[in-house]
């Protein structure tokens, strides 16, 4: 079992997404839909470096740390569907990190995630 009681089946994280999965994949067959692709990544917020010079052998050296990490949404789904660019969540828990992401996705991308 994985969290929120959903069942891994397939190599999809629920049986919801699996059968969605499916369907997407037939649609595309069709025609109806293009492009389809699975588990896309959209960057939220970059991740934020300290950038800093040292003495190297012969030169001064530029250097990063990692200050923090980014923060990132993996779309289930995106597809074309007459002509527009569509981004889909197979969602069963919308849990307060989906919620902020989803938020975050419209304001920085401007894309509307569509809940199935």
């Keep these: 079992?994985?969290?929120?009681?959903?069942?891994?089946i397939d190599g999809y994280d629920s049986?919801?997404?699996?059968?969605r999965?499916?369907?997407l994949k037939l649609l595309e067959k069709k025609g109806?839909?293009?492009?389809?692709?699975?588990?896309v990544k959209f960057e939220l917020i970059s991740p934020q470096y300290h950038f800093y010079e040292m003495q190297g052998v012969r030169k001064m050296l530029r250097k990063k740390e990692?200050?923090?990490?980014g923060v990132y949404?993996?779309?289930?789904?995106?597809?074309?569907?007459?002509?527009e660019y569509v981004v889909e969540d197979a969602k069963g828990v919308r849990t307060k990190e989906y919620i902020i992401k989803r938020k975050l996705m419209l304001h920085v991308h401007g894309i509307k995630i569509k809940e199935v």
């Design 1 to 8: 079992m994985a969290k929120y009681n959903n069942v891994k």
């Design 15 to 19: 049986k919801k997404e699996y059968r």
């Design 21 to 23: 999965a499916k369907e």
């Design 32 to 39: 109806v839909i293009t492009g389809l692709q699975e588990q």
């Design 66 to 69: 990692l200050i923090e990490r």
């Design 73 to 83: 949404y993996i779309a289930d789904f995106v597809y074309y569907r007459d002509g």
